[in-house]
C-alpha cells in the first residue's frame, strides 16, 4: 500500500485547502487518517475514516471546520478544511493501518504512511 498526499498550500486565515491523499494497492477495510505534525510539537490525530463503512472522527480543534470523506472509485480520501487557522499550520500526512472496523488516532497503529504536505495559514 501506497499513500500519495496532495493538495497542501499557503491560504490566509479564514481561507480554504482540500487536501487528496490517493491509495495504490489494497483499499477496503483500512482506517485512513489524517495527521498534522507542527515545528516542536508532537504528531496530532485530525480525522479519521474506516473505508470499509465511512465512519468518521474528528478531533476537537478541527470539529466543524473539517470534513474527510472517501471516494470508493477513485481510491482517495479527502480532508476538505474550511475556516482555517494559522494554529492549523503544519506537515499534513496521510497514514493508514488494515482493521476490521475500529480506527485510531495513534499514530504507532498505523503502518503506511505517506510523504506529507504542507499547510501554512497567515
Known amino acids: 500500500v501506497q499513500l500519495v498526499e496532495s493538495g497542501g498550500g499557503s491560504v490566509q486565515a479564514g481561507g480554504t485547502l482540500r487536501l487528496s491523499c490517493t491509495v495504490s494497492g489494497y483499499y477496503s477495510s483500512y482506517c485512513l487518517g489524517w495527521f498534522r505534525q507542527a515545528p516542536g510539537k508532537l504528531r496530532e490525530g485530525v480525522a479519521t475514516?474506516?473505508?470499509?463503512?465511512?465512519?468518521?472522527y474528528y478531533a476537537d480543534s478541527v470539529k466543524a471546520r473539517f470534513t474527510i470523506s472517501q471516494d470508493n472509485a477513485k481510491d482517495t480520501v479527502y480532508l476538505q478544511m474550511n475556516s482555517l487557522k494559522p494554529e492549523d499550520t503544519g506537515m499534513y500526512y496521510c497514514a493508514a493501518y488494515l482493521t476490521a472496523g475500529t480506527c485510531t488516532v495513534v499514530p504507532g497503529q498505523y503502518t503506511h504512511w505517506g510523504q506529507g504536505t504542507q499547510v501554512t495559514v497567515s
Open positions: 475514516i474506516f473505508t470499509g463503512g465511512g465512519r468518521t
